[in-house]
């Protein structure tokens, strides 16, 4: 299983350089309004098969070790416990129209089992996803961004401490503009927890 060892410590994006406090460029320029991310894989073979099994086949067998592996994950970097411990977790929302077709939102599976785990409670109704966009992969930071723009909306009272909880990390774009919705709603703290973390694409020399 490809650890995500040495990571961002604010967007968990593996890094070559191992360090304790240290950031991505991308972190240092322009900071998201999450405070840290924690993903214990990086989405690599074998663990993007398995996540892909268990988000569009709803292969629960495939989805469970990868579950339990957070969830230790978690409790090792003392997430579970005070000051760190959130009040509530959010399952990254799925727009009605998407949720309907596929029949299953990964992420509120994620959320349920973490929470029976943690003794945390957690909410599929605080935040929403109120627009369909283009498909996120093949698209660079910039246009990840512009499509994400004003595409989630807050329904509820929302705790200062909390953590949302998704499949995938890749560009971190989707993951900032939750947290920025829940910035503007109340939220002080905010964690991300997710399974695993796109890499950087390499770089290619030119000819």
Known sequence: MPLNRQSCRQCALPLPTAAADLRCGECLRDPPHFQRALAPWCYQFPVDRLISHYKYQRQYACGRPLIDGLVQHLHDQGCFTPPRRPELIIPSPMHPDKRRQRGFNQAEDMAERVSRCAGIPWSVNVLQRIRRTAPQSGLDRHQRLTNLSNLYRVTGAVPARVAIVDDVVTTGATARAMASA????????????ALARTPAPVAR???
């Open 205 to 207: 020399p030119r000819d």
């Open 182 to 193: 829940l910035r503007r709603a109340g939220a002080r703290n905010i964690e991300i927890w």
